[in-house]
Nanobody, 120 residues
Framework: QVTVVESGGGLVQAGGSLRLSCSAS????????MAWFRQSPGKEREFVSS????????YYSDSVKGRFTISREKVGNTIYLQMNNLKLEDTAVYYC?????????????WGQGTQVTVSS
């Protein structure tokens, strides 16, 4: 079993910055990748960014490229999402997920989410 916990959400003005953190614990040996997704009211959950555990290759959605940066600490299975120049449309619940080699296809475990609210 794996537990995923996010933190760092909050209220910020447009143009400001926030840093989200996510730690995975438990049976995390064989981590393939970790990622951030987000969901706004009335919208489907969407991909934000991911990082492959071996090599550290990163991926971003077009909507956040150049503003958000994902990073990782292999010890502790922790990832971060540095969010700069936040926009109103970044308001969402942000979820962290982990993809395990021994799991099913796709992301196997998800956190409960952390709210990010961007105000004008």
């Amino acid at each position: 079993q794996v537990t995923v916990v996010e933190s760092g959400g909050g209220l910020v003005q447009a143009g400001g910055s926030l840093r989200l953190s996510c730690s995975a614990s438990g049976r995390t040996a064989g981590t393939n990748a970790m990622a951030w997704f987000r969901q706004s009211p009335g919208k489907e959950r969407e991909f934000v960014s991911s990082i492959r555990w071996s090599g550290g290759t990163t991926y971003y959605s077009d909507s956040v490229k150049g503003r958000f940066t994902i990073s990782r600490e292999k010890v502790g299975n922790t990832i971060y999402l540095q969010m700069n120049n936040l926009k109103l449309e970044d308001t969402a619940v942000y979820y962290c997920a982990i993809d395990l080699v021994w799991g099913r296809s796709g992301y196997d475990y998800w956190g409960q989410g952390t709210q990010v609210t961007v105000s004008s």
